[in-house]
């Protein structure tokens, strides 16, 4: 039986860094992820692969990190060694980008150069993935490959050229193996609930359930190339198990208008979204992208990746999700209202509920 390997996961707390974590050890890996140090959890993405470190056998450990310490960076990844880093963590939301653009200049771009650097000062041989993003090709009209030029329309799209650029001078400059992975749009139902797919999906099924009555957005006619995050995640995996480092484009090399986003997830539960979407200008942002649209031919023919959930099929099991969601909390409201009612508690009353 081989050594266990051993993997780091900035990021872990989100949407990829929860399937990746769960890809990884389902491969046998030995996963180490980490997490901002916040007064509140946020972690329910992984909660489910949480195992107490004391007990035999465990997997699967958190560590307390920041993008902006590169000290404790630097310190965490000599004690580790990991064999592989996947390095997720940003601010990654392109509209609030705009709200924060020097905040996330120093944690999405900044942020790459601290750990690319304590990898170098550590000495280690390990292989480093950097989470690159279509939005670095901004304007630059698609399909988009790996030699597409990139013209970044956001702070967060320049940052993450900075994060793209400082990658490929470690190595060519130090010979690390470093990889860029230009992932395009990716969702799930755990995609965080104020990115437009997740943000659709979740008032479709409010607005089924009756409880929200109108979804405001903004531009309906941005394309995007739109896949299915665990798809996505296995290439971050196979990028890194190459002879050598190379930069990939990940995507399933067809668009689609968040129009169309809509009109499929209100069809899947019998609803006219016209009826319920209202503009809201507050939602555009200043410089705007207009159409992303990959061209994965490098990664099919070198990884041997391809996507297996089409957009249809994306759609509808995230608005299922939510769907599920909602009628979960039903049952769990009903329950909680019949103990109160056999125990003659008051909704407001506290102290006296069963245990």
């Given at each position: 039986m081989g050594q266990v390997k051993k993997a780091l996961v900035t990021g872990i707390t989100g949407q990829d860094g929860?399937?990746?974590a769960e890809f990884l050890l389902g491969k046998g890996y030995e996963v180490h992820g980490l997490v901002r140090r916040s007064s509140t959890f946020n972690t329910r993405r992984i909660d489910h692969l949480y195992v107490d470190p004391h007990e035999t056998g465990a997997r699967f450990f958190l560590h307390y990190g920041d993008l902006s310490d590169s000290g404790q960076l630097s310190h965490l990844i000599y004690n580790l060694q990991p064999d592989e880093i996947y390095h997720l963590a940003a601010q990654s939301h392109v509209r609030v980008s705009f709200d924060m653009p020097e905040y996330t200049?120093?944690?999405?771009?900044?942020?790459?150069t601290r750990l690319l650097e304590a990898v170098?000062?550590?000495?280690?041989?390990?292989r480093f993935y950097q989470a690159s993003s279509s939005e670095l090709f901004g304007d630059s009209p698609p399909p988009q490959n790996e030699e597409t030029l990139m013209s970044p329309r956001s702070p967060y799209a320049a940052a993450k050229l900075y994060g793209y650029?400082?990658?490929?001078?470690y190595r060519e400059g130090y010979g690390l193996f470093a990889t860029n992975g230009i992932l395009f749009n990716h969702e799930s139902p755990r995609r965080g609930e104020t990115f437009v797919t997740r943000k659709i999906t979740r008032a479709v099924a409010r607005i089924k359930f009756g409880l929200q009555k109108k979804l405001y957005l903004g531009n309906l006619d941005a394309r995007r190339d739109w896949g299915y995050a665990p798809d996505y995640v296995e290439a971050m995996w196979l990028m890194l198990q190459q002879d050598a480092p190379e930069d990939f484009v990940i995507a399933t090399g067809e668009a689609h208008s968040v129009r169309e986003f809509l009109e499929e997830a209100f069809a899947h539960v019998d609803l006219d979204w016209r009826e319920y979407v209202e503009i809201d200008?507050?939602?555009?942002?200043?410089?705007?992208?207009?159409?992303?649209?990959?061209?994965?031919?490098?990664?099919?023919?070198l990884l041997g990746w391809q996507p297996r959930v089409n957009f249809q099929g994306l759609v509808r099991l995230m608005v299922d999700a939510?769907?599920?969601?909602?009628?979960?909390?039903?049952?769990?409201?009903?329950?909680?209202?019949r103990l109160r009612h056999e125990h003659h508690i008051s909704p407001g009353e506290r102290g006296n509920s069963p245990r």
């Open positions: 929860s399937y990746l200049g120093d944690v999405t771009g900044l942020g790459v170098r000062r550590s000495g280690i041989k390990t650029w400082m990658v490929r001078n200008p507050k939602y555009f942002r200043p410089t705007e992208v207009d159409y992303l649209m990959g061209d994965p031919e490098k990664a099919r023919r939510d769907l599920q969601a909602l009628m979960d909390l039903r049952q769990c409201q009903d329950v909680i209202e």
